[in-house]
């Protein structure tokens, strides 16, 4: 059984940084893309970012391209997500999310096992 465990969320002000992780359990990290997703007060959930297995590929969403990061460290079953600049409109509940392939995607459709994700809050 797949598990995600998310951390790292809190209150920063805007210009702050902050670095969420996400730890997996359950299968083979290496083998699979991993994903970040977030979801705003009564807005849909949207993609953030994701990695390829073997950190082939990397993918950013426009909104957050040159100031957010994403990294995994195989030997440790968790992917990461740097996030520096940060910006009132950041405020949400970020998802770490994986699927079946080794392949990235920007598709919510593609990952099929989520966490519970973690609340991210920027003051202005």
């Known amino acids: 059984q797949v598990q995600l465990v998310e951390s790292g969320g809190g209150l920063v002000q805007a210009g702050g940084s902050l670095r969420l992780s996400c730890a997996a359990s359950g299968r083979t990290f290496s083998r699979y893309a991993m994903g970040w997703f977030r979801q705003a007060p009564g807005k849909e959930r949207e993609f953030v970012s994701a990695?390829?297995?073997?950190?082939?590929?990397?993918y950013y969403a426009d909104s957050v391209k040159g100031r957010f990061t994403i990294s995994r460290d195989d030997a440790k079953n968790t992917v990461y997500l740097q996030m520096n600049s940060l910006k009132p409109e950041d405020t949400a509940v970020y998802y770490c999310?994986?699927?079946?392939?080794?392949?990235?995607?920007?598709?919510?459709?593609?990952?099929?096992?989520w966490g519970q994700g973690t609340q991210v809050t920027v003051s202005s």
């Open positions: 990695i390829d297995w073997l950190s082939a590929s990397k």
């Open positions: 999310a994986t699927g079946d392939g080794a392949l990235a995607s920007t598709r919510r459709a593609m990952y099929d096992y």
